[in-house]
């Protein structure tokens, strides 16, 4: 998305603008229930990191390329990621790294923007990986992307748009088989730490209600809400 020029906000406590950070405000707000068609037309602004909320935070390889290639990059990306959220004061509720793109669904505990987090991850894992792989230049394609969830609703869609991922790339063909995403550790099939146990519980209950959830969207039997759908197509233009 292109950059452009930030509309002057009013600062509250709590809150913080990240430069470099843009999406369309319609991103911004996407799921709040003021949303007007004219803020959908209105040019990117940066957005505002606020306490206790959840973002949805991207990034992939530049021109698409790979920016996992073997074992050790996933796990290396995943220590950074373990690493910064503890420093950061940010919880990690989904996760799932792809071979050329990564998804993390977050929420922002302390008064450390969350925006932060995939600054720091994708700063310190390109340098490592330009090091390992005696390469130079841009290894993301841009600025990491974000968007503020303001609906439950779509915060919980956005849980299994994560999860399925790798099913509905073709990666996998049980969710629970691609190691690098959290959706293990939601199942309890897995003892890791980047996860929130308290949010599934709340959430769904039970890990067999999210189960089912997460499965009826990876095998296309049911879908996501259109706005929020057309959010994640706009990823990959």
Avoid at 90 to 111: E, K, S
Avoid at 160 to 168: D, E, K, L, Q
Avoid at 177 to 203: A, K, M
Wanted: net charge positive; charged share 20%.
């Amino acid at each position: 998305l292109g950059r452009a020029r930030a509309a002057a906000a009013t600062k509250v406590p709590g809150t913080f603008e990240v430069p470099g950070t843009w999406i369309t405000r319609s991103a911004r707000r996407l799921g709040h229930p003021e949303t007007t068609e004219r803020e959908r037309l209105m040019p990117p602004r940066i957005l505002t990191f606020v306490q206790d909320h959840f973002y949805h935070l991207y990034n992939r390889g530049a021109g698409r390329q790979p920016i996992f290639r073997e074992a050790d990059n996933y796990l290396f990306f995943l220590r950074r990621l373990k690493q910064y959220a503890r420093d950061l004061n940010v919880t990690v509720i989904a996760y799932c790294l792809m071979p050329n793109h990564y998804h993390l669904l977050v929420r922002q505990d302390g008064v450390e923007p969350a925006g932060l987090l995939p600054q720091r991850c994708s700063n310190s894992y390109a340098k490592a990986f330009n090091k390992r792989y005696e390469r130079s230049g841009a290894l993301f394609e841009d600025r990491y992307q974000a968007l503020a969830v303001d609906s439950e609703a779509y915060l919980l869609h956005l849980c299994r748009y994560i999860h399925a991922n790798p099913v509905r790339h073709g990666l996998a063909a049980q969710l629970e088989e691609w190691p690098y995403s959290n959706y293990p550790e939601w199942l309890g099939l897995r003892d890791g730490t980047l996860v929130d146990r308290g949010f599934v519980q709340t959430h769904f209950q039970t890990v067999a209600n999210y189960g089912q959830f997460a499965w009826s969207y990876a095998l296309g039997q049911s879908e996501l809400p259109a706005e929020l759908s057309a959010y994640l197509r706009s990823l990959d233009e």
